[in-house]
């Protein structure tokens, strides 16, 4: 699934995400993903980054986060990073979480993307019977 992803805070103009990808939004609690970003560098030299994907309720709160990621995207170019999450644990039936996309430069802050579709997390009952014993 193609999502959009909109600017929560920083400025535009350095990177921008030419596409965000990620399967149904609606995930299994614990089960791991990954979400694969498109990236383009409308400048006329090479610029390189960090990034992280995480989910949480507001920015900068990470309940669950891919790490932070190197990547290099070239002049008038792009680049592809993959990031890989596992989804919260819950000890409710579901949650809802908004997606965030954080860049930075040299350790500081550029932007934060924030996905146009939040992730939901459920927990699928599981109920085994091991067997009947009659008394």
Not at 31 to 36: C, N
Not at 93 to 104: A, G, M, N, V
Request: charged letters at 20%; proline letters at 5%.
């Amino acid at each position: 699934m193609n999502m959009k992803l909109r600017k929560a805070n920083g400025e535009e103009g350095h990177i921008l995400v030419k596409s965000f990808e990620m399967e149904d939004p609606t995930f299994e609690s614990e089960s791991p993903h990954v979400a694969r970003a498109t990236f383009s560098n409308p400048k006329s030299i090479s610029f390189t980054f960090t990034s992280e994907l995480y989910l949480g309720k507001t920015v900068g709160s990470k309940v669950v986060t891919s790490g932070v990621q190197s990547l290099t995207v070239p002049a008038k170019g792009t680049a592809t990073k993959d990031f890989s999450v596992n989804m919260p644990a819950l000890t409710i039936p579901s949650d809802i979480f908004h997606c965030y996309l954080e860049i930075k430069e040299a350790g500081v802050l550029v932007i934060t993307f924030i996905a146009d579709t939040d992730v939901t997390v459920i927990v699928t009952p599981a109920i085994n019977v091991t067997g009947i014993v009659w008394t």
